[in-house]
């Protein structure tokens, strides 16, 4: 049998080699439903990504299952996948984070390809546990530290000394119904007795 062939029988429910593939394949689609559906629909509510995560999900994982089948090199597939990246699907534009869970569902559906016999299964659980479990706690932190500025004109300039501080961020925060952690001082016209600020606020 030459190496690039597939073996006889591959397909059938009797070969355990191939019930093995489907068992990797159904743990593999948990996997990525934590980590697509889960985790990045949570906090980036972008339904239009989903099928696109699920389905390169799904082919990676197969095309490295077949890899291993009829023995060729895994770089080979390894190549297949930086091609993809390097095109950044060029029909639209995707942003920086959701090319960072692209290659993370690429490399959770090559973890979840490999032969169970050869690699611990114990061992496979738990890449995938530390993938999903990064990518959560990434995304915690970035909820818990995203912010937002604007610049606002401000009518009295006695209240930006510095002993005032606190009572200027209380004042900005009523005047704007946001809880401002933060001041900018950009300009200062005391003819006018006006200033130009710049504030912070979690968002």
Known sequence: MNPDQIPDGFFSLGNPTFLAIMLRFATNLIFMFILIRVVYYRYNKKMKFLFTFFMMGIVVFFICSMLGAVRLDISFAFGLFAIFAILRFRTRNVGIKDMAYIFTTIGISMINSLKVFKFPLLGI????????????????????????????????????????????????????????????????????GEASLEVYYNC
């Open 125 to 192: 659980f738990i890449f995938n546990i530390l993938i999903i479990l990064s990518s959560y706690f990434l995304e915690e932190y970035l909820a818990r530290h995203r912010y937002e500025s604007h610049v606002i004109t401000y009518n009295n300039t006695e209240m930006l000394k510095p002993e005032n501080k606190q009572k200027l961020l209380q004042e900005v925060s009523d005047l704007t119904g946001e809880k401002i952690f933060k001041v900018k001082i950009l300009k200062v016209d005391y003819k006018k």
